[in-house]
């Protein structure tokens, strides 16, 4: 399986909203599904489980979504800090875990 | 609350081995699923191994095979990664990381801070 992410580069500003897309070559199980943050000079940090779950900690304007191929990270209104690198992951058969290539988020 | 404390920067020559060592606190190693994930500079996330809950064995990505052992010192509470035949691609910060405490989900709910590998001549 394959994770595509979409756009490779995303140029907003805070308080805009933030759509981040992320797609399977083939079907995946939702459960799976995970998104992650990170800041430069930072480890990755747990954001969304589950296609939808929220880590503990993470503020309610980030929402996951999405189901079969195409999955969706959104950010309601974009906060300084929020820009960051993001990352898809899926768990599954071959390879076991597989990342998406990141997209970027940047202030414009 | 599970902290993931890394050994320092490494610097290698091609050809060589490193081993990475990864310290859990907060709970015991044998609680938990370690991981390797990779990053090299200024590119993604790429997962090397780890112990798998569903195999109940340690699994490697086919791209490591043959070229990485990780370990585990349940006495220290000690994770180890050793990379051999290094090779100037393999510059990277290398993370230790943990699969969920649920056990059935399998995402990487805590990471250690990383260590930079850089191999050079």
Redesign the interface.
Known sequence: IVLTQSPGTLSLSPGERATLSCRASQSVSS??L?W?Q?KPGQ????LI??SSSR?TGIPDRFSGSGSGTDFTLTISRLEPEDFAVY?C?H?GSS????????TKLEIK | QVQLVQSGAEVKKPGASVKVSCKVSGYTLTELSM?W?RQALGK????MG?F?PEDGET?Y??KFRGRVTMTEDTSTDTAYMELSSLRSEDTAMY?C?TL?STGY?????Y????TLVTVSS
Do not use: C, K, M, S
């Not at chain 2, 990471?111 to 990383?114: A, D, F, S």
């Open positions: 459960t799976y995970t992650y990170q480890a990755p940090r747990l489980y589950g880590a990352y992951h768990y390879p076991r875990y597989t990342f998406g290539q990141g | 991981h994930v993604g996330l790429e997962w780890g798998d699994i990505a086919q993370y990381a969920d989900l399998y995402y990487f709910e990471w250690g801070q990383g």
